[in-house]
C-alpha cells in the first residue's frame, strides 16, 4: 500500500505513469510471494484501481488505452509470477516433510521389527539353554550319586550328557545362523523342532529322572509348522519347569486336536507353591510360553491346578490361512 500511494502521488505531481510500474511489479510480487492467494489478488485489485483512478484524473490520455492496459497485464503478470513461486516453495516444502515423516516412519519401524526380533531370539535361546541345562544339571545329579557304584548307569549318564550337549549347540548354531549377515559362510541348519521330535524330548527328560506321559486324543492333523514348532517349545518349556521346580518324578501331555484347535495340556502333580531351590528365575519361561501362543493366534492358561500341581495349557488355531499369515508377517518383520 506504500508503494501504491507513493505512486499515486508521483502521478498526480504529473509525472509519467511507466517510471512507477516497475516499483508496483515489485510490491505485487512480494505480497503474493510471502501472503495467501486472496490477499494477493486483494492488494492488486486495490493498486490498479488506485493507478486507474490517479491516471484518470492527473494524466491526459483515454483511460482505457494500450499503455494502461499494458500496464494493468504487468502489475498482473507480477501477482501471478509470485502467487506461483509462493506454491511452488510450499510444495517442495511439503514433499520435504512429507519425505522426513517417511524417514521417521523407516527408523521406527526398524527399530520395531529389531527389537521384535531381538525377543524371538532370546525367546529361542532361552528355550534351547533352560531345556537342555537343566537335563545335564539333572543327569549330572544323578551321577554324582550312582556313578561309584554303578558304572553302567554312569556311562549311560554321560552319554545322555553328550547327547543333549550335542543338541543344544546344533540349534544354538542355527539360531546364530539367523544373525549371519549378507555374504558371511552359510552355517549348516537343522530344521526347527516340532512335535514329531516329542518322542526323544520325552526320552530326554526321562534320562534326566522325569517320567512323561503322552497321551493323543482325536485324530492327528496337518499342522502349520509355526503351530507345530510353538507346541514343541510349549511342551519343552512347561517339562522344563516341572523338572526344575515341581519336585516330581512325573508328568502328563495331552495332545487334543479338534477341527480347528490344537489343545496342550501339561501338567504334574507337584506342589506349586513349593521354593525354587535350584535358582532364581526370572520367569522367562512362562512369558516365553505366553509369546509363543500368542504368536500363531493362540491363548494359553497356566497356574496352579484346583485339585493341587499345576498345569499349563495352550490352545493353537490348525487354520492354515490364520497360522500363515501370522507366519508370514512374522517373517517380513525379521527382514
Not at 56 to 69: H, S, W, Y
Request: aromatic share 4%; net charge neutral; glycine share 10%.
Amino acid at each position: 500500500m506504500t508503494v501504491s500511494g507513493l505512486s499515486v502521488a508521483y502521478q498526480a505531481c504529473g509525472g509519467p505513469f511507466f517510471p512507477a510500474l516497475p516499483p508496483l511489479m515489485v510490491a505485487l510480487y512480494t505480497v503474493a510471494l510471502h501472503s495467501g492467494r486472496r490477499q494477493a489478488w486483494t492488494a492488486a485489485a486495490l493498486t490498479v484501481t488506485a493507478m486507474a483512478l490517479a491516471a484518470a484524473f492527473f494524466q491526459p490520455g483515454p483511460l482505457l488505452g494500450p499503455q494502461r492496459v499494458g500496464a494493468v497485464a504487468w502489475m498482473g503478470l507480477a501477482t501471478v509470477v509470485g502467487d506461483s513461486v509462493r506454491n511452488r516453495r510450499a510444495y517442495v516444502r511439503a514433499l520435504e516433510e512429507r519425505a522426513e515423516r517417511a524417514e521417521r516412519t523407516r527408523e521406527e519401524e526398524a527399530a520395531r521389527r529389531v527389537a521384535g526380533e531381538r525377543m524371538r531370539i532370546a525367546r529361542e535361546l532361552h528355550d534351547v539353554v533352560a531345556h537342555e541345562l537343566t537335563l545335564i544339571n539333572a543327569q549330572a545329579g544323578i551321577g554324582v550319586h550312582v556313578g561309584r557304584n554303578d558304572p553302567v548307569q554312569m556311562a549311560e549318564l554321560l552319554e545322555a550328557i553328550r547327547d543333549g550337549s550335542k543338541g543344544a549347540l546344533g540349534e544354538l548354531r542355527s539360531i546364530v545362523g539367523l544373525l549371519s549377515q549378507p555374504g558371511d559362510a552359510v552355517a549348516p541348519r537343522e530344521p526347527s523342532p516340532g512335535l514329531v521330535r516329542l518322542e526323544d524330548l520325552v526320552i530326554s527328560f526321562d534320562r534326566a529322572g522325569l517320567r512323561v506321559d503322552v497321551d493323543r486324543d482325536g485324530p492327528e492333523r496337518a499342522t502349520p509348522s509355526a503351530v507345530d514348532v510353538a507346541a514343541y517349545r510349549i511342551v519343552q518349556e512347561a517339562l522344563t519347569n516341572v523338572r526344575k521346580h515341581a519336585g516330581v518324578d512325573a508328568a502328563g501331555v495331552r495332545l487334543r486336536y479338534s477341527h480347528d484347535v490344537l489343545h496342550v495340556t501339561v501338567e504334574n502333580d507337584g506342589d506349586p507353591l513349593r521354593p525354587q531351590s535350584e535358582g532364581d528365575s526370572t520367569g522367562r519361561g512362562l512369558i516365553s510360553m505366553r509369546e509363543r501362543a500368542a504368536a500363531v493366534g493362540g491363548s494359553t492358561v497356566i497356574g496352579p491346578r484346583p485339585g493341587g500341581g499345576f498345569v499349563v495349557e495352550a490352545w493353537l488355531p490348525l487354520s492354515s490361512a490364520q497360522s500363515t499369515e501370522r507366519e508370514r508377517v512374522r517373517n517380513e518383520g525379521a527382514r
